[in-house]
């Protein structure tokens, strides 16, 4: 079959530090690839066209919208999901603080929202309000009402810049 009818094509990359290789639909997006092939159910569809946010992962490094992303373009690249954040620990402590300061309710949001603030503290530093608000702008939350999230965050600048001293 000529290659502009093709539906499917073959990928290599590396997922939460794996190396992955899979036939994918050419119009499957990396966020269903994820979780319908590889079964890492973190990384959420909610909207589906970059609006919410609750599909946010790692792609080489960068926070990046997966349900923008179709799988055949992370062909090549280093994937991190919240699964593999998680399991790498460089975490931990803003999901406890997201437990203790209840950012979270129906959770939908959370593993994007943790994955964009983890980007945001990786910067160092601690942050004021108005910038956390900003970095956190592109997820959408429909339960807590967002201070909750802001503390949790601040909490966590605060106490990584308390360690550092
Ligand atoms: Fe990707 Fe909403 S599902 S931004
Ligand atoms: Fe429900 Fe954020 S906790 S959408």
Redesign the pocket.
Known sequence: MSDLFQTETQIRLMVNGQKVKARVRVGQHLTDFLRQELGLTGSHAGCEHGVCGACTLRVNGEITRGCLMLAAQADGAEVETIEGLTERGVIADLQQAFVHRNA???????PGMLATAADLLARGGVPGREVIRDHLSGNY????GYEAIIDAVETVARARAEALK
């Open positions: 979270l309710q129906c959770g939908f949001c959370t939350c429909r339960c807590t």
